[in-house]
């Protein structure tokens, strides 16, 4: 069934999403919690592919921070597992979708069977130009920024830059996702209202949206909402309103 498009008119061009709610998913179910992140799978699946029919061209979603490896051993492996599998399953539908699928964190942490799904899916997929996936897995924030610290200070120290000329732009080149716009929309579900170490950098004057709904139960017409929610907000950047509407006249 072809989704239908969303209301309102103005899309953002990148949306970073919080998958949050799949374990109280689970349990609301007397499910494993395994139960909830597979249930969570089928959810992403369905998003990705309305990004992809009303023509959103970046997607961000956070998988697997860097915090959840304290999670109990055996669900973290169950996830690992489903991460493989997943994208074992879904490279194929997502290429011929047009989808470039890029992942940001760290992967050394990842067994070497995981890293070489990862790699192939990105490789396969690399020339697609629709949606710009990324998946966060075992990202963090705080990770991103310090990576690009230590980019930034080995340029200072192999003497292509001083500290002195060292600009924001710097860094911000040398953060993931630095070729992408940066996020307009940012939505979490499961009702926290926090960023737990996500996009810290990029989401400095992205629109954040929290809504309630667990995320497998997150849908079409939720995202609608998040989209409605974004049309509604003035994007002043610092400036007053006043300014902006000289701008747009
Ligand atoms: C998000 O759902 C998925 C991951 C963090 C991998 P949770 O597993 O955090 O679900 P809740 O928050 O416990 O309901
Ligand atoms: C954030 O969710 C990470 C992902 C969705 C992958 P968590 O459920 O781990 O976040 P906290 O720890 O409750 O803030
Ligand atoms: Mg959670």
């Known amino acids: 069934m072809e989704p239908d498009k969303p209301v309102s008119r103005q899309l953002p061009r990148h949306v970073a999403i919080i998958m949050d709610g799949n374990g109280r998913w689970a349990k609301q179910r007397n499910q494993a919690r395994h139960a909830g992140h597979r249930a969570g799978v089928e959810a992403t699946r369905a998003i990705i592919e309305y990004c992809v029919c009303t023509s959103i061209p970046c997607l961000t979603l956070f998988a697997f921070?860097?915090?959840?490896?304290?999670?109990?051993?055996?669900?973290v492996s169950l996830l690992m597992e489903l991460?493989?599998?997943?994208?074992?399953?879904e490279t194929d539908k997502l290429n011929s979708n047009g989808v470039c699928v890029r992942f940001i964190g760290d992967r050394s942490a990842f067994s070497a069977r995981l890293q070489k799904q990862i790699a192939e899916t990105?490789?396969?997929?690399?020339d697609n130009t629709t949606l710009t996936l990324n998946i966060a897995a075992n990202y963090g924030g705080r990770w991103d920024i310090t990576q690009a610290a230590r980019a930034v200070a080995q340029q200072v120290e192999s003497g292509t830059l001083s500290a002195a000329e060292l600009t924001e732009q710097h860094l911000t080149d040398a953060m993931c996702l630095a070729d992408l716009p940066e996020p307009d929309l940012f939505i979490r579900t499961g009702g926290e209202k926090r960023i737990s170490n996500f996009l810290l950098w990029q989401l400095a004057y992205t629109e954040l949206y929290f809504c309630d709904v667990l995320w497998p139960d997150f849908n079409q017409q939720y995202f609608d909402e998040a989209i409605v929610f974004y049309n509604q907000r003035e994007r002043r950047f610092g400036m007053t309103s006043e300014q902006l509407t000289q701008v747009q006249n």
């Open 122 to 126: 990105e490789q396969f997929t690399q």
């Open 83 to 89: 991460f493989v599998q997943s994208l074992k399953r």
């Open 65 to 75: 921070s860097s915090e959840n490896w304290q999670r109990p051993k055996h669900e």
